[in-house]
């Protein structure tokens, strides 16, 4: 069963996602923001299956995690939440996935699937 991080300041939008992704067989693993995600990535390292996370945050925000997340995890996919799309960052030439809230439920798990086959 693949493990889904997802960090989203919003509680009622973070349990959500979380619901929405159990619901669909994921083991889900939350994140209030990108402090909170390093110490839980820290504790579930080599675990963690996909990243996904809000842009804007306080503490630290989507773009620094995904960096810090990235130095260890290379190949970790990462999927960014939004509420515009002109603030999804790059790194380099890579372009992030993201999906602009709201959001369906049928959108989220669609993408999360997508993304994890191109993984393994």
């Known amino acids: 069963m693949p493990t889904v991080l997802v960090v989203d300041d919003e509680p009622l939008l973070r349990k959500l996602m979380r619901l929405m992704l159990e ?3 994921f083991e889900v693993l939350t994140a209030t ?3 909170d995600a390093m110490k839980v990535s820290e504790m579930h390292r080599g675990h ?6 809000d842009v804007r945050m306080p503490v ?3 773009p620094t995690l995904v960096q ?3 130095e260890t995890d290379p190949n970790l996919p990462v999927l960014f ?3 515009s799309s002109e603030r999804v960052p790059r790194r380099k030439d890579k372009y992030f996935p993201f999906i602009e809230k709201p959001f369906s439920a049928g959108n989220l ?5 997508k993304m994890l086959e191109k993984r393994h």
């Open 48 to 53: 963690i299956d996909l990243l996904v996370s």
């Open 109 to 113: 798990l669609g993408t999360v699937r």
């Open 23 to 25: 619901q669909a067989g």
């Open 68 to 70: 810090e997340m990235l």
């Open 81 to 83: 939440v939004t509420g």
């Open 33 to 35: 923001d990108g402090r």
């Open 60 to 62: 630290m925000d989507g």
